[in-house]
């Protein structure tokens, strides 16, 4: 994979230039990306170009960065992944297209999303297994980082849509706080969830990116923060965890123990199984609201899964919608006690390994953070041992307090990078 914290330094300190790290880049493109599919819109001689203008002397130092294909873009088409968008050009780029080149980044192209970033397949691949699903929404942004495509690619969560492709492809990944970055310019499904996050090789590269990109103090290479206390929950209301993600957290804990920090179990209040049961309500229903275009005009062009949810969504009753809020509402607020006790979580970042490709997983363990809008790292560093694939680890923090969670992660990464 290209390390983007690396990479930078490099050409920071004259080793490297923006168009040469660029070419590393089309390099593995070339070679693997007819059999990973990551990308819907790329030109080659357009990044080249682009490149070349960049003075690489600060910010991202010209590094070439993904954009999910429901991030508007004026010179790429946006599809979102349906047919209905096909050849779809927007008048304007997104803000966090032009916050990222503002910061010295590459717009190399757009990455491959399941239909409307639902649950309708994208056509990438695993690049660890082609049998595999790379995950959804944000399919290609993950697969294409983990196969060394780009150091940095944006995604977007709505319910497990940037941690559980993380973990399903080995990245690191990072589901901000809600609203720490400007969502406007990306098609909604559920605007009180739908959360822009950002997939690298290490945590410590997506805290250097998004650092680099918004101006906030998010890096975590090089600081002293402390021992942070981990508070370990298996989020039983979600429902079971396969072996190898039980297997996953038990060796992160040990690596951790081992590490002399601390980690403690903590019992979450039955508000949280109650907030976590009422995601699917907030989700469908606004989806369906947002979708109304699409669904009234074009519905035969929709895929039947996604049908199925907007049509459920269409059944919420407004009572029932306003009766998940609150409840939404009150989980935020229990939130407060729990991070007195401990200064991050550590879960499950997926049921498991990454199932086979006719489905993008389970967003199971991710829903409830989603909803709650708390920041989520997802870390990569175990392997099935019968498989060979990935399983990730969330570690999730308080509201806002993005830069702490990057470092605890940054620090379970080290910690099981040492423990065999």
Same mark, same amino acid.
């Given at each position: 994979?290209?390390?983007?914290?690396?990479l930078?330094?490099?050409?920071?300190?004259?080793?490297?230039?923006?168009?040469?790290?660029?070419?590393?880049?089309?390099?593995?493109?070339?070679?693997?990306?007819k059999?990973?599919?990551?990308?819907?819109?790329?030109?080659?001689?357009?990044?080249?170009?682009a490149?070349?203008?960049?003075?690489?002397?600060?910010?991202?130092?010209?590094?070439?960065?993904?954009f999910?294909?429901?991030?508007?873009?004026?010179d790429?088409?946006?599809?979102?992944?349906?047919?209905?968008?096909?050849?779809?050009?927007?008048?304007?780029?997104?803000?966090?297209?032009?916050?990222?080149?503002?910061?010295?980044?590459?717009?190399?192209?757009?990455?491959?999303?399941?239909?409307?970033?639902?649950?309708?397949?994208?056509?990438?691949?695993?690049p660890?297994?082609? !049998?595999h699903?790379?995950?959804?929404s944000? @399919?290609g #942004?993950a *697969? =294409?980082? +983990?196969?060394?495509?780009?150091?940095? &690619?944006?995604?977007?969560q709505?319910?497990?849509?940037v941690?559980?492709?993380?973990?399903?492809?080995?990245?690191?990944?990072?589901k901000?706080?809600?609203?720490?970055?400007?969502?406007?310019g990306?098609?909604?499904?559920?605007?009180?969830?739908d959360t822009?996050?950002?997939?690298?090789?290490?945590?410590?590269d997506v805290?250097?990116?998004?650092?680099a990109?918004?101006?906030?103090?998010?890096?975590v290479?090089?600081?002293?923060?402390?021992?942070?206390?981990?508070?370990?929950t298996?989020?039983p209301?979600?429902?079971?965890?396969?072996?190898?993600?039980? !297997?996953?957290?038990?060796?992160?804990?040990? @690596?951790? #123990?081992? *590490? =002399?920090? +601390?980690?403690?179990?903590?019992a979450l &209040?039955?508000?949280?199984?109650?907030?976590h049961?009422?995601?699917?309500?907030?989700?469908?229903?606004?989806?369906?609201?947002?979708?109304?275009?699409?669904?009234?005009?074009?519905?035969?062009?929709?895929s039947?899964?996604?049908?199925?949810?907007i049509?459920?969504?269409?059944?919420?009753?407004l009572?029932?919608?306003?009766?998940?809020?609150?409840?939404?509402?009150?989980?935020?607020?229990?939130?407060?006690?729990?991070?007195?006790?401990?200064?991050v979580?550590?879960?499950?970042?997926?049921p498991?390994?990454?199932?086979?490709?006719?489905?993008?997983?389970? !967003?199971?363990?991710?829903?409830?953070?989603?909803?709650?809008?708390?920041?989520?790292?997802?870390?990569?560093?175990?392997?099935? &041992?019968a498989?060979?694939?990935?399983?990730?680890?969330q570690?999730?923090?308080?509201?806002?307090?993005?830069q702490?969670?990057?470092?605890?992660?940054?620090?379970?990464?080290?910690?099981?990078?040492h423990?065999?």
């Open positions: 994979m290209m390390r983007a914290l690396d930078a330094e490099a050409v920071e300190a004259g080793d490297l230039n923006p168009a040469t790290v660029l070419e590393l880049a089309l390099e593995a493109i070339s070679e693997r990306e059999d990973i599919l990551a990308f819907t819109a790329l030109d080659m001689d357009r990044a080249r170009l490149a070349r203008a960049i003075p690489g002397n600060d910010g991202l130092f010209g590094l070439p960065v993904g999910k294909d429901i991030i508007d873009t004026a790429y088409p946006t599809e979102h992944g349906s047919p209905l968008y096909k050849g779809h050009k927007p008048k304007a780029d997104a803000p966090i297209v032009l916050m990222t080149e503002a910061a010295q980044g590459l717009r190399l192209g757009k990455t491959a999303t399941t239909e409307f970033a639902f649950l309708n397949p994208a056509p990438t691949f695993n660890h297994d082609a !049998a699903t790379p995950g959804g944000s @399919a #942004s *697969a =294409g980082v +983990a196969a060394g495509f780009m150091p940095l &690619a944006f995604g977007t709505t319910g497990g849509s941690i559980r492709p993380a973990s399903f492809c080995g990245v690191a990944a990072l901000p706080s809600f609203r720490l970055i400007p969502i406007q990306v098609k909604p499904f559920a605007p009180l969830l822009l996050g950002l997939f690298g090789a290490r945590v410590a805290a250097f990116g998004l650092a990109i918004t101006g906030r103090a998010l890096r290479d090089g600081g002293d923060f402390g021992q942070p206390t981990f508070g370990i298996r989020q209301f979600a429902g079971e965890a396969s072996p190898e993600a039980h !297997a996953a957290l038990d060796h992160a804990i040990a @690596a951790l #123990s081992k *590490a =002399g920090i +601390a980690c403690r179990e903590v &209040a039955p508000v949280f199984a109650e907030a049961a009422h995601h699917r309500a907030i989700n469908n229903h606004e989806g369906a609201v947002s979708l109304t275009w699409e669904y009234e005009r074009h519905r035969e062009k929709l039947p899964i996604l049908r199925d949810a049509e459920h969504g269409r059944s919420v009753s009572a029932e919608y306003d009766a998940a809020r609150s409840v939404s509402n009150r989980a935020r607020k229990a939130t407060h006690p729990l991070f007195e006790k401990v200064d979580l550590l879960t499950f970042s997926a498991g390994i990454a199932p086979l490709r006719d489905s993008t997983g389970d !967003a199971t363990f991710n829903k409830l953070i989603t909803l709650l809008g708390l920041p989520a790292v997802n870390v990569p560093g175990w392997k099935d &041992a498989t060979g694939l990935p399983v990730g680890l570690v999730v923090g308080a509201f806002g307090d993005d702490r969670t990057l470092a605890a992660a940054h620090l379970l990464e080290q910690a099981l990078s423990h065999s």
